[in-house]
């Protein structure tokens, strides 16, 4: 089974290692593939991050993807413009603003951590039935629950239950990811995939989390990224 | 010479399905034992409580640490493997030392998880 993890930084964003270390440790606890996420900062940067992950990948033989993430609406408009330029589209959630436009645009792969810093889930059924229509991923981040504890530790994976229970209800694809910032964040896959089991996952819905659903993510990006691609169902066959 | 009582031991069907879980610790500096035992007991009861860390039925097999690989072995009940593994994981340093722990087998007896 081949696992992903679409969810670290590295140097190029807040994390301090280097993409190295961060593809090195993923290689060791036997994922395929990781995406790279970086916040957007000029066309001119996101070619170098593109061919350090060109070098990197090569290098230590890990599939790497290129994610750009947004943090408010303006950006992810803009982002959305510019799909075809990197591999994934994330979005910060915990913003309801934010997490709406998110499930609205179909150009968005995944919706990380809809609850973050919030009393609530930041996902509600409204949200949940635009999400399957649009095929953005929601995403269970490890870290939220690795760098919290107590009572905010609690209240995360009581959100997250919850967020669970409604994808699962409307068939809305999730994503179990480290959410790593540095490489001592990442976990085993076996780990991140038992911990979704907690939270109301079955075993092998869980397993898919990690590994069938991120690859159809992948393999999504791939496409919208050649160039006989237009839109969504239509593409150049002649 | 004072001889000490042991219980009969309980039937087959009665006894606790065992699961053993062998993991590798990977670390920026070695590690030692004892701080790797504290970290797991107290990750555990912080995060699963007294109730909740009792129905594990969680054992570390000291005699199993092999200082030279870094790997351990748990013992639990067979309800209890996701609990345990999903545990492990929320152990990110062990004294000044950052942590990963790679769960490298999951065995009904502690032969099965010796390499073929």
Redesign the interface.
Known sequence: MKFYDLHVYSSFANGQPTLEQLAQ?AK??DYHGICYVVYFEGKEREKIVETQIKEVSRKIGIEILLGLKARNVKELNFLAGLRRDFDLLLVKGGNLDLNRAAVETPEVDILAHPELGRLDSGFNHVLAKLAAKNNVAIEMN?RE??TS??RSRSLILAHMRENVKLAKKYHVPIVLCSGAI?N?????P???I??A??LGLE?KEAKECISTIPENIINRARERRDEKFIMPGVRVVK | MRQVKKLKIVLSTLREKERYVKFKIISQEPIIYSDLEDAILNTFLDFYGEQGFSSLSFWIMKDLYDEENQTLVVRCNHKSVSQVIAGLGLISRLGDSRVIFKILKVSGSIKGLKPA
């Open positions: 440790t060791e606890l490890f629950i690795l504890s107590k540095s001592w964040e990442l976990r085993d076996q780990v991140i038992f911990m089991n907690q075993l």
